[in-house]
Nanobody, 124 residues
Framework: QVQLTESGGGLVQIGGSLRLSCAAS?????????MGWFRQAPGKEREFVAAIDWSGLLDNYADSVKGRFSISRDNAKLTVYLQMNSLQAEDTAIYYC????????????????WGQGTQVTVSS
C-alpha cells in the first residue's frame, strides 16, 4: 500500500521560508512517478502548486508561486521537496503531496496517490 507522508509545515512570518518534504513508501509506488504539490485554503478548492517529472528535469508551477517556490526530488530516497520562499499570507493552506504514474500534469484527477497534508500558516 502506497503511503505519502508530508512534513515541514508550520507557522512562518510574511516573507519567510519553509521547506516541505514528502516521503513515499510502499508498492506499487516507483521513483518513475510524477510528483506534485497541491494546496487547499479554507473555503477554497484544492489547487495545483507545482509538479516534477521522474527525472527531475521537467517541472511546472502555478503562476501564483513562480519565482518563489521550487520543487525537487531525490529518487534514491523517494522524497520530493517544495522550497517556499517569500511566503505571503495567501500561501496559507494545507499542502498535499501527490503521486501519478502518468506524466507531468497540473490536474489533481491525474494523481492516484495523496498524502494527508501539512498545514502552512503565513502571518504578520
Amino acid at each position: 500500500q502506497v503511503q505519502l507522508t508530508e512534513s515541514g509545515g508550520g507557522l512562518v512570518q510574511i516573507g519567510g521560508s519553509l521547506r516541505l518534504s514528502c516521503a513515499a513508501s510502499g508498492r506499487p509506488f516507483r521513483s518513475s512517478y510524477t510528483m506534485g504539490w497541491f494546496r487547499q485554503a479554507p473555503g477554497k478548492e484544492r489547487e495545483f502548486v507545482a509538479a516534477i517529472d521522474w527525472s527531475g528535469l521537467l517541472d511546472n508551477y502555478a503562476d501564483s508561486v513562480k519565482g518563489r517556490f521550487s520543487i525537487s526530488r531525490d529518487n534514491a530516497k523517494l522524497t520530493v521537496y517544495l522550497q517556499m520562499n517569500s511566503l505571503q499570507a495567501e500561501d496559507t493552506a494545507i499542502y498535499y503531496c501527490a503521486g501519478a504514474a502518468q506524466g507531468l500534469s497540473n490536474l489533481a484527477a491525474r494523481y492516484e496517490y495523496w498524502g494527508q497534508g501539512t498545514q502552512v500558516t503565513v502571518s504578520s
